[in-house]
T-cell receptor
């Protein structure tokens, strides 16, 4: 059974600071996703990581994937208040020909204070 | 592109009634759609995989007779919560994958179900 663990689950930080959210998963996977969710809303896709060593950046967010360690990180640089949200990582199963749904981490509730 | 809609966005119903939620891919065709459920302050849990023209595949612990899924076309999947009870109150989110391939799932805006 695929398990996805995120940490921390709650993070309060000040604007301008840097921080990293970690996502570990238990079995081999060929794809990892990062999403953002605002209160009462659905998911906004941030990154899709498909290969070992993949690194993607969008604004103040950067995601990386180490498939050997089964670890992905979401790094926040010089945080701003608008980044306050809940961030989820999700992993697809390596079996099933890519037809399987995603297994989500519990989410990291991020609050960025001015 | 890659827009997924859900209808209704919010529904309140009485205990014992059935509620149908629609998930549509607006600008692409999807042979596979997925239904997730999210309880307050929790993560998303996969309920079932909906395959066009065939029976849905349900995750362990999800009652297939209670959560009826129909994927009658390449752009529409429906989830019917039968005989809804207060414990079924949740945020239901669908996603769809473009039939032409690719690894990304496109998520709908979600449906908030409240059962009184």
């Amino acid at each position: 059974e695929l398990k996805v663990e995120q940490n921390p689950l709650f993070l309060s930080m000040q604007e301008g600071k840097n921080y990293t959210i970690y996502c570990n998963y238990s079995t081999t996977s060929d794809r990892l996703y990062w999403y953002r969710q605002d209160p009462g809303k659905s998911l906004e896709s941030l990154f899709v990581l498909l290969s070992n060593g993949a690194v993607k950046q969008e604004g103040r967010l950067m995601a990386s994937l180490d498939t050997k360690a089964r670890l992905s990180t979401l790094h926040i640089t010089a945080a701003v208040h608008d980044l306050s949200a809940t961030y989820f990582c999700a992993v697809g199963s390596a079996s099933g020909g890519g037809a399987d749904g995603l297994t989500f981490g519990k989410g990291t509730h991020l609050i960025i204070q001015p | 592109g890659a827009v997924v809609s859900q209808h209704p966005s919010r529904v309140i119903c009485k205990s014992g009634t059935s509620v149908k939620i629609e998930c549509r891919s607006l600008d692409f065709q999807a042979t596979t759609m997925f239904w997730y459920r999210q309880f307050p302050k929790q993560s998303l849990m996969l309920m079932a995989t909906s395959n066009e023209g065939s029976k849905a595949t349900y995750e362990q612990g999800v009652e297939k007779d209670k959560f009826l899924i129909n994927h009658a076309s390449l752009t529409l999947s429906t989830l019917t919560v039968t005989s809804a009870h207060p414990e079924d109150s949740s945020f239901y989110i669908c996603s769809a994958r473009d039939w032409r391939g690719g690894r990304e799932q496109f998520f709908g805006p979600g449906t908030r179900l409240t059962v009184l």
